[in-house]
């Protein structure tokens, strides 16, 4: 895959990504079971594991079918 297709490709996902965000967060992406989130007095660190594993996933599988 040359790199034009592959940055138009990355663009349309994040442009379908910021269009679907707000269905996305009434699911509960992004708070999902496995990902990480400490709150302590001044400190917060969230870390979003599945989230990641899901996101990685459908980037996958939308890049495999685009390379058939």
Request: overall charge positive.
């Given at each position: 895959m040359d790199i034009r297709r592959f940055l138009i490709v990355l663009g349309i996902s994040l442009v379908a990504?910021?269009?679907l965000?707000?269905?996305l967060t009434r699911l509960g992406f992004g708070?999902?079971?496995g990902d990480i989130a400490i709150h302590r007095q001044n400190?917060?660190?969230y870390i979003?594991?599945?989230?990641c594993l899901i996101v990685s996933v459908?980037?996958?599988l939308l890049f495999?079918?685009?390379r058939k």
């Open positions: 990504l910021g269009l965000w707000p269905w708070r999902l079971p400190f917060h660190l979003p594991l599945a989230s459908v980037l996958t495999w079918l685009l």
